[in-house]
Each structure stands twice: as C-alpha cells, then as structure tokens.
C-alpha cells in the first residue's frame, strides 16, 4: 500500500495546523518554508480541506489557515477522503483501482471490499491528536 504524495502532505499539513492550534491563524508561506513545498502546491491541497471542513481559512495580513475542528475529532480517513475529494476514490488509491474494473462478476471484487472496509477502519481509528 502507498499513500500518495498529496496524501502524505495534506496529513503533514494538517499536522501543522494542530501543533500552531493555539498560536492562532497559520499563514501557507509558513509551512512551504518549513518543509520545503511550494505554496501553490500547499494551496492546492488545502483546498479540499477546506471544502470538507477540516479547515478553516481567513484572508488577510494576519490571516492564514486553522483546522475547524479539535484535533482528536480528525481522523487520518476524514484526512484522505478530504485530500481525494471522492469518497469513493479512497480505496481505490490505496490499491491502485479494482483488480478487474472490467468485469462486473469478478470475484476479486469481494476481497477488495474487505479491504476498502479494513482501511476505512484503521484509518478512522487514527486521530490526528495522536500523530503530532
């Protein structure tokens, strides 16, 4: 299983945002200069963080970015399906799409179900709370 880049960055930048949490609104300058990402890049994959409501935005001199909700209430799969921006996608990118997405009786099918389920599970067992 691989996470994709933009999955790993919108976790980091989540990450971000939690540990800044009390220090108030984080601008993206900020973290594209702290991990070396470019701030178009950061901004594209805020976006749908965003939209999903995991984070909030304000603009202006002393505005910036902060995540919309406690920590301990952010799952890494609310962080994923945020990033994908289809729920439905979410498996599909871990497992790189269906074994036989051409074939509608495929018995492939049903293991790729148990895993999307296994995922699903693991991934909202994981608070981003306990990863900063």
């Given at each position: ?82 990033a994908t921006e289809k729920l439905e996608d ?10 036989c997405p051409l074939d509608s009786g495929c ?18 067992s994981v608070s981003l709370q306990s990863v900063?």
């Amino acid at each position: 299983m691989n996470l994709f880049r933009t999955d790993q960055v919108a976790v980091v930048l989540m990450m971000d945002l939690a540990s800044s949490e009390k220090i108030g609104w984080v601008p993206l300058s900020q973290i594209a200069r702290k991990h070396g990402y470019s701030i178009l890049y950061l901004k594209k994959i805020i976006r749908p963080l965003v939209g999903a409501g995991l984070v909030v935005s304000r603009e202006g001199i002393s505005g910036g970015y902060r995540i919309a909700k406690n920590a301990k209430d952010i799952t890494l799969w609310d962080i994923f399906c945020a990033a994908t921006e289809k729920l439905e996608d979410v498996s599909g990118k871990f497992l790189k799409r269906s074994v036989c997405p051409l074939d509608s009786g495929c018995k492939a099918k049903k293991a790729h179900q148990a895993i999307q389920n296994m995922l699903k599970r693991s991934f909202s067992s994981v608070s981003l709370q306990s990863v900063i």
